[in-house]
């Protein structure tokens, strides 16, 4: 609707109110960065998209990679992520992962990236380090409590 500082306070708000509440802390970052113009404005409805159940994998890849080839995002990285995971894609799903850790700064992206990267990858060391790494950003709570369970549940953690 054009009102990107309202929205980044509303959601600033929100997390005040309801701490961790869905994709708050990434919207919040994505209306910060629209509202001062340096994202366009647009790229809000495209993340909004991959929330859609009714998109099946092919064509949240398709999306995916047409917004990332405007705008390098975390959460971008994230759908395509997931849609290969979908896939049956792992290696690709975890190059995904992996690129958006390289250009997420928000740690609530951050965690869920670490997260599904360590859902993924072969290397039990590997696993343990991104899930602490998950736990120590301080984002997701949901993904970060995902990771504590699961360090819990493996041997050498």
């Known amino acids: 609707m054009g009102r990107a500082a309202e929205a980044a306070e509303l959601f600033r ?13 990434a919207y919040r970052d994505l209306a ?3 509202a001062a113009g340096t994202l366009e404005p647009g790229i809000f409805a495209v ?8 998109l099946d994998p092919a064509e949240k890849i398709r999306r995916a ?5 405007k705008a390098d995002l975390g959460l971008l990285h994230v759908a395509l992520g997931d849609a290969l995971a979908a ?9 995904a992962y992996r690129r958006g850790l390289d250009v997420a700064e928000e740690p609530d992206v951050r965690t869920q990236l670490l997260v599904k990267l360590g859902n993924l990858v072969d290397d039990p060391a590997e696993r343990i380090r991104l899930y602490r790494d998950a ?8 993904f970060a409590a995902v990771a504590r369970l699961s360090l819990a ?3 050498s953690a």
Not at 87 to 95: C, F, G, T
Request: glycine share 6%; net charge neutral; hydrophobic share 35%.
């Open 47 to 54: 993340v909004t998209e991959f929330d859609r159940p009714d």
């Open 65 to 69: 990679r047409e917004a990332l080839a």
């Open 135 to 142: 736990v120590d950003q301080g984002g997701n709570l949901l």
């Open 87 to 95: 896939q049956r894609k792992p290696l690709e799903a975890r190059a």
């Open 13 to 25: 708000k929100t997390e005040e109110l309801a701490p961790g509440w869905f994709r708050c802390r």
């Open 153 to 155: 549940s493996l041997p």
């Open 32 to 34: 910060e960065r629209i």
